[in-house]
């Protein structure tokens, strides 16, 4: 979840306790209070075994005139104490305590110190002898043993009470009391679960996710599988035990997991990556144990890991740095799971990440999360069904425009546009309105984009405008030189690193002539050649595409001998790491001058050739102004079908356009992530 989202009243609502209510456990404070009792009534009471009702002490002179007086019933001496006690007759209560049996009980006595046993026989003797004490006089050993042991261990009772509290406080974080997280709980896991009457039942299917098309077309199998099971084993079916939905924040991935839950009606776990790993060493990998072990008790069911790179990142194998035992242990715990529960165990793990490639190699091995599903932030028309969504709890007036809410949010993700809502009911309700009007919106957005643009990719209209006239120059050149590969998909729709994105499909071919690079270096160049000639200044969008130049250009005059200066010359060195250059001095000079030129050349062929196409290619951009995203069709549209017809578009043209977009985004211009070295 991000914090993006905190604003919304009705969006996730925290349910950190709930699962913890469900475990069997047994209830520790009941355990200290029952041991407290029990020490209480063992020092109170232990002094007086002998007698239950009230005592008093007196002077041994005021002891002897009670017995003198013949109150005593019963006298008995303590010879470790040096004490004596005599218990009064009951018709001589009210003499000595000034009070009735019912306040003094049946045994009341007097307590008294002697000065030796020998002058107390002889006066208890005495006074037998006068009549005035019949009883016998008893000597008694102190018991009190328990409660000296008790008195020593008192200080240490103390320390181990006051250490459980500290634990407890430090374990559960804002758990509290009912929660008993502490020292008993710091290795179970801290997954939230949504089950079917759960305390935080929230029934999220696909209707809840606008957008996403392909992504939810992807999640459809494991949504199948969780129904019904047994119809894929049954026919030896193996189902992916985990994927990945690898996405920039707030895109919905973890919506996405939890309406493939909803659909499936399975219970739902889920669990953020950096709640594995705390201050305690070992308490990840313990953590990993205890939520697998819930989820099989539960299955068939989802685990849903937030944020997976934060225990996910790549070990590190290099001694030197130390790595971070506890996140690697945490992992390795995970990986572990993963392989321990068969395929058809009916657990099935969805993580999410921001960044598939800084994940560890083994999290993405067949059999663990082999499959990744994008979720990307949404165009324009997607955007339009994310407003539906979230303006349907909102009282809106009729002003409102959701196609120009949707023009004007270019870059948001879905929880940017919850929040847009959120924001103007806030708004309208600060100005007393009944209904949320266009203008509250409007200025929701704005709020939103000064409080963003930091964090995320939101554009100005005059960036869209730029990126726009960008990605057209890229288009019309591959789409009018002969070589270059043919365009599939354009569109300015922030993506990862990059600004706008297009996609070619690929030739598929064992070797390249020089004609085909030069066109594909001419049609990378053509980003920035229609920024400067269109909007008169070149901007930082074409980096990634002049790094591809550059490369490209030092590897075809370097190393293909492609340059009319050095031809027929490969200086290519396996030695990645030696200093020593295996040409001169003057040869890297023409290198450089050669990379140069080549570079010029092609640039100047990309404006002729935009100049040329101007009138396309100004319809092109603002297409993609409009729409976001621009397909081949509409390509054609506006100049005309390629004369010049590929193997693989032939191969394309009897299948549908669409369906092979997924695996063919290979060539991605602009993020050097994905692109082809
Ligand atoms: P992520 O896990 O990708 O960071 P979330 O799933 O937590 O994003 O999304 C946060 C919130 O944004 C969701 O609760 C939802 O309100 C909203 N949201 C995001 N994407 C969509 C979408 N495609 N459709 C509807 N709402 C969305
Ligand atoms: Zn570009």
């Given amino acids: 979840m991000d914090e993006q989202n905190n604003s919304q009243p009705a969006g996730n609502t925290n349910n950190n306790k709930n699962n913890r209510n469900k475990m069997p456990r047994v209830n520790f404070t009941w355990i200290y209070v029952v041991i407290a009792i029990a020490l209480g009534y063992l020092f109170f009471a232990g002094g007086e075994q002998d007698g239950n009702g009230t005592s008093k002490n007196v002077t041994y002179t005021v002891f002897k005139q009670y017995v003198e007086q013949g109150y005593a019933n019963k006298i008995i001496a303590n010879k470790d104490e040096g004490t004596v006690k005599m218990f009064v007759k009951p018709e001589h209560i009210r003499d000595v305590f000034q009070a009735g049996v019912e306040k003094t009980g049946k045994q009341p006595f007097v307590q008294a110190e002697y000065p030796s046993a020998d002058k107390l026989d002889e006066f208890v003797s005495q006074q037998q002898e006068l009549g005035n004490f019949t009883g016998e006089l008893s000597y008694k050993r102190s018991n009190d043993t328990f409660m000296q042991v008790f008195w020593n261990l008192f200080p240490l ?79 030896g079916g193996k189902i992916p035990k985990g994927a990945l939905l690898v996405g920039p924040p707030g895109t919905g991935k973890t919506l996405l997991a939890k309406a493939v839950a909803g659909e499936a009606d399975v219970p739902f776990f889920s669990m953020s990556g950096s709640d594995f790993v705390e201050m ?27 944020e997976i790179d934060a225990v996910g990142r790549a070990r590190t194998n290099n001694a030197m740095m130390g790595g971070n035992d506890e996140r690697e242990s945490t992992l390795n715990q995970l990986l572990t799971e993963m392989d321990g529960f068969g395929t058809n165990s009916g657990v099935i793990i969805m993580a999410a990440t921001n960044r598939a490639d800084i994940l560890d190699k083994a999290l993405l091995r067949a059999g663990r999360f082999d499959r990744q599903i994008h979720v990307d932030l949404p165009d324009l028309n997607e955007r339009k069904a994310v407003f539906k969504v979230h303006l349907q709890p909102i009282k809106v007036d009729e002003s409102l425009d959701i196609d120009l809410l949707a023009r004007q949010t270019p870059g948001f993700s879905g929880a940017d546009i919850a929040n847009v809502c959120n924001e103007a009911a806030l708004i309208a309700a600060r100005h007393g309105k009944q209904a949320v009007g266009k203008e509250d919106f409007i200025a929701a957005v704005d709020r939103i984009v000064g409080g963003l643009e930091k964090k995320t990719k939101v554009m100005t209209e005059e960036e869209k405008r730029t990126i726009a006239l960008h990605e057209a120059g890229h288009a019309t050149i591959s789409w009018n030189l002969q070589y270059a590969n043919p365009l599939i998909k354009v569109t ?134 409009e729409r976001e995203v621009i397909y081949a069709e509409d390509v054609e549209k506006i100049f005309g079908k390629r004369p010049w017809v590929s193997r693989t578009e032939e191969l394309l043209e009897n299948q549908d356009t669409e369906s092979a977009l997924p695996e063919k985004e290979e060539e991605n211009t602009e993020s050097p992530a994905q692109a082809p070295s």
Wanted: net charge neutral.
């Fill in 280 to 306: 305690f060493v070992g308490v990840g990998a313990s953590r990993v144990r205890d939520l697998f072990r819930q989820a099989k008790e539960k299955a068939p069911c989802i685990i849903f890991i937030d």
């Fill in 157 to 235: 009772l103390v320390i181990i009470f006051v250490w459980m509290f500290i634990m407890r406080r430090m374990g559960s974080g804002s758990g509290g009391f009912g929660g008993m997280g502490g020292i008993f709980n710091v290795g179970r896991s801290r997954a939230k679960l949504v089950e079917k009457g759960g305390e935080n039942e929230s029934k999220v299917t696909f209707k809840d996710v606008a957008g996403q098309a392909s992504a939810k077309q992807e999640v459809q199998e494991i949504v199948e599988f969780l129904k019904n099971p047994k119809k894929f084993t049954d026919l």
């Fill in 492 to 625: 300015i729709v922030p993506r990862g690193r990059a600004l706008g994105a297009a996609w070619y499909l690929p030739e598929e071919r064992q070797i390249t002539t020089k004609e085909q690079m030069l066109d594909e270096m001419c049609a990378t160049l053509g980003g920035r050649a229609a920024e400067e000639l269109f909007t008169g200044h070149i901007s930082s969008g074409a980096m990634n595409d002049l790094e591809r130049v550059t490369k490209q250009a030092y590897g075809m005059i370097a190393y293909m001998g492609m340059s009319d200066n050095l031809p027929n010359l490969c200086y290519y060195n396996q030695n990645e790491y030696s200093w020593q250059r295996p040409y001169s001095e003057s040869t890297a000079q023409l290198i450089d001058e050669e990379v140069k030129k080549m570079i010029a050349e092609q640039y100047e062929r990309a404006k002729r050739l935009l100049l040329e196409k101007r009138e396309g290619h100004k319809a092109l951009a603002d297409l993609l102004v």
